[in-house]
Nanobody, 120 residues
Framework: QVQLVESGGGLVQPGGSLRLSCTAS????????MGWYRQAPGKERELVAR???????NYADSVKGRITISRDNAKNMVYLQMNSLKPEDTAVYYC??????????????WGQGTQVTVSS
């Protein structure tokens, strides 16, 4: 099986910064795309940013210029550097990864989520 564990969430004031990390572990043969999604109360889960193994990136329009996604393929990790945070960034942030396991099959796996709260 594959596990994704996020860390780095917390409470931050508007204009502040946070860095989220996500580590994938388990029966991993390779990882293609990795990404971050978020879900605010009463809203649907939405894409924040996504990065392929080769480094192609796409961002949600609402975070462009403020948030940077990166990954370390050797460590099976993905990061989300969030700057100039706004109250509307408050949400549970979820990591996901498209993983090919040792069985040869590929599936999308999700972490348990980490809370980000932007408030004064």
């Amino acid at each position: 099986q594959v596990q994704l564990v996020e860390s780095g969430g917390g409470l931050v004031q508007p204009g502040g910064s946070l860095r989220l990390s996500c580590t994938a572990s388990g029966s991993i043969l390779s990882i293609n795309a990795m990404g971050w999604y978020r879900q605010a109360p009463g809203k649907e889960r939405e894409l924040v940013a996504r990065i392929t193994r080769g480094g192609s990136i796409n961002y949600a329009d609402s975070v462009k210029g403020r948030i940077t996604i990166s990954r370390d393929n050797a460590k099976n990790m993905v990061y989300l550097q969030m700057n100039s945070l706004k109250p509307e960034d408050t949400a549970v942030y979820y990591c996901n990864a498209d993983v090919r396991t040792m069985t040869g099959y590929s599936s999308r796996y999700w972490g348990q989520g980490t809370q980000v709260t932007v408030s004064s």
